[in-house]
């Protein structure tokens, strides 16, 4: 069974402060990592995607993949109120159904003003 | 932007009964996706909406019971068949574009049952 997880939080942070979100995945072959934002009562939204090692920056935003480790993190920098949401990790299934993506439960993240 | 258009946004249906929920891109699109999102929880893959022929489904969920079709390109349906209360959840269509090599998934809003 691949698997995917994450810390279902809350997280909680002070406005402008640093939100750092983690996720582990267990199927050693993955190579494609994406994180999702979802806003209550929304739909995933894609934030950052990451397939090399290293950290991959997006304004605020920064990927960072450890495949070795087997480890993916996304950081928010200076975060905003409406930061809040849950974050979704997700794998790329390699050998699923047609590259289907599997998702951790999430992580729910509020930054307080 | 592209768009993926689900409907019916929401729905509160009645123990017994069946309701098809669509799912309408205006670009071309490689795969498509239909996930499940019951409360408090994360995406789980129903089946992948195959064009032209049958679903794939995954384990754990059967045709007899969710039903797909994609007759084109660019739009398929998703039927919960006999609907029970455990069968309240985000229904989410998930598709990824065409000339995408990135494996990028892009989400509809969403179809949100509740079954009585």
Do not use: H
Request: aromatic share 10%; net charge neutral; with cysteine.
């Amino acid at each position: 069974q691949k698997e995917v997880e994450q810390n279902s939080g809350p997280l909680s942070v002070p406005e402008g402060a640093i939100a750092s979100l983690n996720c582990t995945y267990s199927d050693r072959v993955s190579q494609s990592f994406f994180w999702y934002r979802q806003y209550s009562g929304k739909s995933p939204e894609l934030i950052m995607s990451i397939y090399s090692n290293g950290d991959k920056e997006d304004g605020r935003f920064t990927a960072q993949l450890n495949k070795a480790s087997q480890y993916v993190s996304l950081l928010i920098r200076d975060s905003q109120p409406s930061d809040s949401a849950t974050y979704l990790c997700a794998v790329m299934n390699y050998g699923g159904s047609q590259g289907n993506l599997i998702f951790g439960k999430g992580t729910k993240l509020s930054v307080k003003p | 932007s592209a768009v993926i258009s689900q409907k019916p946004s929401r729905d509160i249906c009645q123990r017994g009964t069946s309701l098809t929920i669509q799912c309408q891109v205006d670009s071309q699109v490689t795969m498509m996706f239909w996930y499940r999102q019951q409360p408090g929880q994360s995406l789980t893959l129903i089946a992948t909406a195959n064009q032209g022929s049958e679903a794939t489904y995954e384990s754990g969920f059967v045709i007899d019971k969710f039903p797909i079709s994609r007759p084109n390109l660019t739009f398929s349906t998703l039927t919960v068949s006999n609907m029970s209360p455990e069968d309240s959840s985000i229904y989410l269509c998930s598709v990824r574009w065409a000339g995408s090599n990135t494996g990028e998934l892009f989400f509809g809003e969403g179809s949100r049952l509740t079954v009585l």
